[in-house]
């Protein structure tokens, strides 16, 4: 496959079996043969994508000194600021070339992960930074979890099998910043080649060249989404409760030609992750003589713990 397939979620909310069942189709296949699909219909209106967008700019603006005032120590970057170069790819030792800011979980002052989920961070230069962000946060979670609910269909389960799952899930809405780039990298690019930690990821920000996707072939493809499209992507956590049945894709951001170096990316990417004591273990109908168990049973927390760790934002 050298093209990312476009969906339409209106399609599965239409009412109408037909329609409902292309979808599952189109987006269980895409998943299976690629990992990554275009998705038109979401929840996010275009003065929320413009809101959002003005409010992240306007905090990567901000001096670093301030920026640095909301880098939280020990929790392994799970809210607020990560600076500039902090992350490394699995495999990788060069740091990207990018920062990033994380909005997580909203719940309840009576929610059992009340204690296990670190507060928010609010900005306190910007009053509508955080109303902001809660909002898409929430708008894409909503969407997200109908995803989750085609791809139960189209795996064979409950259509409603994620929805316990995912409900409070630990989340993530990463801003990311990929400033100008003012010296020969040396190596370092934006994103190095990676695969996500989580169920799926829900990505705005890729209407540009940039993102590129590895297909089964080895070839890195372009994954350009139209203005109104999200791009969305199996995590490994999803890859491995299927026995790779659907597949988590490598992929990478690259530095943008040199005549473009002096510009800024920004993308936001939604990582949907499921409660920590969801088990990851591989679902039965996705093992069989053909396709024997790949993976060794475990938990959405342990896995997340040890990706973090690897990741370097986690010292062990």
């Not at 496959?1 to 979808?23: A, C, Y």
């Not at 990929?178 to 020969?184: A, R, S, W």
């Not at 990417?269 to 990851?280: K, T």
Request: aromatic share 10%; charged share 25%; glycine share 8%.
């Amino acid at each position: 496959m050298d093209k990312i397939p476009s969906v339409d979620l209106r399609d599965f909310l239409s009412g109408e079996p037909e329609r409902k069942q292309k979808f599952v189709n189109e987006i269980g296949k895409a998943y299976e043969e690629i990992g990554f699909v275009a998705l038109k219909g979401h929840f996010l209106n275009d003065q929320l994508v413009d809101d959002l967008y003005g409010e992240v700019k306007n905090f990567f603006e901000l001096p670093t000194e301030t920026k640095q005032k909301y880098e939280i120590p020990g929790i392994g970057g799970q809210r607020g600021y990560v600076g500039f170069g902090k992350e490394t790819a699995k495999g990788f030792k060069k740091g990207d070339l990018k920062e990033f800011w994380h909005f997580g979980q909203y719940v309840s002052d009576d929610s059992k992960y009340k204690t296990e989920y670190p507060d928010n961070v609010i900005v306190d230069e910007l009053p509508q930074f955080n109303t902001v962000g809660k909002e898409a946060y929430q708008m894409l979670e909503k969407t997200g979890q109908y995803v989750l609910r085609a791809l139960a269909l189209y795996l064979g389960l409950d259509e409603f099998y994620f929805d316990d799952k995912i409900s409070e899930g630990n989340s993530i809405l990463r801003p990311i910043h990929y400033p100008p780039i003012t010296q020969e990298p040396d190596d370092a690019v934006r994103a190095a080649a990676h695969g996500d930690i989580n169920l799926i990821t829900l990505l705005m920000g890729s209407q540009g060249k940039g993102l590129q996707v590895q297909n089964h072939n080895g070839e890195w493809i372009d994954a350009i989404a139209e203005p109104d499209e999200l791009m969305i992507n199996v995590g490994d956590m999803l890859s491995r409760h299927t026995n790779n049945k659907l597949k988590s894709t490598i992929h990478r951001v690259v530095n943008p030609p040199r005549e473009l170096w002096g510009t800024s990316r920004y993308s936001i990417p939604f990582f949907m992750h499921p409660v920590s004591q969801m088990s990851l273990n591989t679902l039965d109908n996705c093992v069989d003589e053909n396709n024997p168990k790949l993976y060794e049973d475990t938990t959405a927390g342990e896995f997340l713990h040890e990706r973090l760790i690897e990741l370097g934002l986690i010292k062990k």
